[in-house]
């Protein structure tokens, strides 16, 4: 094979090209760091090998884009850039740049090739729309997807006009409004990409469809169905349908809290019909507009605090983990067939174990219907799905259970419960296995008494639906050993879980800020405020649903049983309110029994508030709240015990405390989280408020001591905080 090299071949190049039989094959591989990225590196890079190109240097007929990063094409543009953003204007020139390169990229006057193997997304999929033909493997690794909007900005490369001009405005905004990621398939039937191929084939195909297009025996682009001249986005009047049916949606699900699918719509129809170049200085504007908002401020924060949480189990040094293939999940209830689903789904070998073969069997059931539906809507082949499901056997025996990497019991919250299932485990087990309770509130120390290897029991808690929440909360007691937490950490990671490491407490961090909230919320009830009022006010600041709506959908029961544990441990300040005793005396558990503080229909779905409550809960007469009011009782309730947690030592750090509240129990995103939000809104503000309403409701809202320190000092919580 002839080859010329065109471009230094040195080891820091980040990109370099080479022609191959005609065809010119840019290789991108940054080094020291584990994706290719774009930044000014990567920039410049490309910028010399274009300016190659359009010379015509080395005889190229065509161009190849490859990756030589496993799992990678290109990640996305370098988030650390955007802390250098101070001004809109640093924004929009940014985006204004990766606009003339692409656009130099478009214009050479031969074909390009975007041979795409792993994750091309963001920026990194904008490279690929600005290329005339793009080929991708069929690896499950391959992602591609604009998820600009979940740092609260838009695509700054082009790809709020390029994508519609694709596959159409409609198909456009799905992508860009949700920030879905599809596979190679699924991004060839939307019109993203022209051909999927095997990996291991990737480079040869994509080189010789370079050269067929270059000798115009292929069309340069395979028109897809949304782009096609019958497209019903054409039809009079529709685009006006789909943009109005699309920021309903939006509003709907944000309530208009978050400006960057507001402004994502608007950037898109306004570039229609324009020429491209004046539709992307439209996206280079608000590009940078929306980077220094103080939204995207708060989800950058989040970005990079959660990376961290993954990334540092905060252990001794040289502490490592040991490899989890095989996980025993005890108690095949709700919560442990989803403990057990996710992990089946990460490629790991599970048994699924109750006490009765009926139960055993029903969460067989239920976590293979969880995988299937989860493969399903990946398009996963009929033989993936059934290797997949496969992976989980149930049981009512212990048999096998020396072979488990991690055992991950899930049985009733119940000490004594716990204590007996526990004994049962380590008779079965081995000393190298790592003992989880997936338990919400009670003290893993407590549940460690019954162990003889306390130091291999260790809290693994996760958070229901378990296949849809991001958070794995690791509770450590003083004798847990430094390789179970970086095993349960690991372990966390490989099933798709942002694990955080906290200290042994009751209720340890999440249940232990929520406790408080939910309480406050019951004791509104009994003043007169509404149900809807609560939790109206609650989602118009940014709750994903009201603490009424939760406590139905975690059930009353379960409630009434972690509000006691707490009120045990908490008296001072979480005495729990006795509206939810009565309405568990009525027999109401929520939503799985169609009976709470709202009322359900036959199939379960919500249809109000359930007016015969308040008779439950004394009548008391209703009494209009202020709606602010009701938000700092509540908000600043949990925030106010997030910093204790911090004080008291529960938390390592507040980076886990921002995430943990966020991603485990729905903390507002776009307020980065409770101890970002106090560097935000500022220390003394928070502690104002705090004792404002102390001194008209009590002692619970007496401010935290660290929080008057910060107030005092004038200290930050976060390191990255303005």
């Known amino acids: 094979m002839a080859a010329t090299a065109t471009e230094e071949r040195v080891g820091t190049a980040p990109a370099r090209m080479e022609v191959e039989d005609g065809v010119a094959v840019i290789r991108l591989n940054q080094p020291g760091k584990p994706v290719n990225v774009i930044?000014?590196?990567?920039?410049?890079?490309?910028?010399?090998?274009?300016?190659?190109l359009e010379k015509g240097e080395g005889g190229a007929r065509a161009v190849v884009i490859v990756s030589e990063k496993k799992g990678t094409w290109i990640a996305g543009a370098d988030i650390e850039q955007f802390k250098d953003f101070r001004t809109p204007a640093d924004g929009e020139a940014a985006s204004r740049a990766g606009h003339a390169l692409l656009g130099r990229l478009e214009r050479l006057p031969i074909p390009v090739v975007a041979a795409i193997d792993g994750v091309a997304l963001g920026g990194g999929l904008e490279v690929a729309l600005a290329c005339g033909y793009r080929v991708a493997?069929?690896?499950?690794?391959?992602?591609?997807?604009?998820?600009?909007?979940?740092?609260?900005?838009?695509?700054?490369?082009?790809g709020t006009q390029r994508l519609p001009r694709l596959i159409g405005v409609r198909g456009a905004l799905d992508l860009m409004l949700t920030g879905k990621q599809l596979d190679g398939r699924r991004a060839r039937a939307a019109g993203i990409v022209d051909e999927v191929v095997p990996a291991p084939v990737l480079l040869p195909i994509a080189k010789r469809i370079a050269l067929e297009?270059?000798?115009?025996?292929?069309?340069?682009?395979?028109?897809?169905?949304?782009?096609?001249?019958?497209?019903?986005?054409?039809?009079?009047?529709?685009?006006?349908?789909?943009?109005?049916?699309?920021?309903?949606?939006?509003?709907?699900?944000t309530h208009g809290l978050y400006p960057a699918p507001l402004r994502i719509l608007q950037v898109v129809h306004d570039g229609l019909g324009k020429p491209l170049d004046e539709a992307l200085k439209i996206e280079a504007k608000a590009f940078g507009e929306l980077a220094v908002t103080p939204e995207a401020r708060s989800l950058l924060h989040l970005f990079f605090v959660t990376t961290a949480a993954k990334n540092d189990a905060a252990l001794?040094?040289?502490?490592?983990?040991?490899?989890?293939?095989?996980?025993?999940?005890?108690?095949?209830?709700?919560?442990?067939?989803?403990?057990?689903?996710?992990?089946?789904?990460?490629?790991?070998?599970?048994?699924?174990?109750?006490?009765?073969?009926?139960?055993?069997?029903?969460?067989?059931?239920?976590?293979?219907?969880?995988?299937?539906?989860?493969?399903?809507?990946?398009?996963?082949?009929?033989?993936?799905?059934?290797?997949l499901i496969d992976r989980v056997q149930a049981t009512t025996e212990y048999a096998g259970f020396r072979q488990a990497d991690v055992v991950v019991e899930a049985v009733f919250e119940d000490v004594k419960v716990k204590h007996a299932v526990i004994k049962e485990i380590e008779a079965a087990i081995g000393p190298d296995t790592v003992l989880g309770s997936n338990t919400s509130t009670i003290p893993i120390a407590t549940l460690a008494e019954a162990a003889a290897r306390p130091e291999n029991v260790i809290g693994l808690h996760f958070?229901?639906?378990?296949?849809?929440?991001?958070?794995?909360?690791?509770?450590?007691?003083?004798?847990?050993?430094?390789?179970?937490?970086?095993?349960?950490?690991?372990?966390?990671?490989?099933i798709g879980k942002t694990p955080i490491v906290v200290n042994d407490s009751p209720g340890f961090y999440a249940n232990r800020i929520l406790s408080p909230y939910m309480a406050?919320?019951?004791?509104?009830?009994?003043?007169?405020?509404?149900?809807?009022?609560i939790d109206r006010a609650m989602t118009d600041w940014g709750y994903p649903v009201g603490p009424i709506t939760l406590y139905d959908e975690v059930g009353l029961d379960v409630a009434q049983k972690a509000g006691k544990i707490m009120a045990a441990a908490f008296a001072d300040r979480m005495k729990p309110s006795t509206v939810v005793d009565r309405l568990v005396a009525d027999g109401r558990s929520g939503r799985k029994n169609g009976k709470g503080f709202y009322a359900y229909d036959a199939e379960g779905k919500r249809t109000g508030p359930d007016e015969s409550v308040y008779a439950l809960i004394g009548s008391p007469p209703a009494r209009a709240h202020d709606r602010a009011e009701i938000q700092d009782r509540l908000g600043l309730m949990m925030v106010n015990e997030a910093v204790r947690t911090l004080e008291e030592g529960v938390l390592r750090s507040a980076?886990?405390?921002?995430?943990?509240?966020?991603?485990?129990?729905?903390?507002?995103?776009?307020?980065?989280?409770?101890?970002?939000?106090?560097?935000?809104?500022?220390?003394?503000?928070?502690?104002?408020?705090?004792r404002a309403l102390e001194a008209r409701f009590g002692a619970r809202f007496a401010p935290a001591k660290l929080l008057e320190e910060k107030a005092r000092t004038g200290g930050k919580f976060s390191d990255d905080a303005a």
Not at 218 to 234: D, H, L, M, Q
Not at 327 to 334: I, K, L, N, R, S
Not at 369 to 386: I, N, P, Q, S
Request: charged letters at 25%; aromatic letters at 4%.
């Open 213 to 253: 297009i270059a000798d115009g025996t292929r069309a340069p682009r395979t028109a897809s169905k949304t782009g096609s001249p019958e497209n019903v986005e054409r039809l009079p009047g529709m685009l006006s349908v789909i943009f109005r049916k699309a920021r309903e949606g939006v509003l709907a699900k």
């Open 137 to 158: 493997s069929d690896s499950p690794k391959t992602k591609l997807g604009l998820p600009e909007v979940q740092l609260g900005i838009l695509p700054g490369a082009g």
């Open 463 to 494: 958070f229901s639906p378990v296949d849809k929440m991001p958070l794995l909360e690791i509770i450590v007691h003083d004798r847990t050993a430094s390789w179970v937490t970086a095993t349960s950490h690991a372990y966390g990671k490989q």
């Open 655 to 690: 980076r886990d405390g921002d995430v943990g509240a966020v991603l485990g129990i729905g903390f507002p995103p776009f307020r980065g989280g409770p101890f970002w939000y106090v560097d935000q809104v500022g220390a003394q503000n928070v502690l104002n408020r705090l």
């Open 316 to 387: 001794p040094e040289g502490t490592k983990p040991r490899k989890v293939e095989e996980v025993a999940v005890v108690g095949a209830g709700f919560m442990g067939a989803g403990i057990a689903a996710v992990s089946a789904e990460a490629g790991i070998e599970v048994r699924l174990k109750d006490v009765k073969l009926e139960a055993a069997a029903k969460g067989l059931k239920t976590a293979r219907d969880t995988l299937v539906k989860r493969a399903r809507r990946k398009k996963a082949r009929r033989f993936e799905v059934t290797a």
């Open 39 to 52: 930044n000014a590196e990567l920039l410049q890079a490309l910028d010399g090998i274009l300016a190659r």
């Open 520 to 533: 406050e919320a019951a004791l509104l009830l009994e003043e007169g405020a509404r149900m809807d009022e």
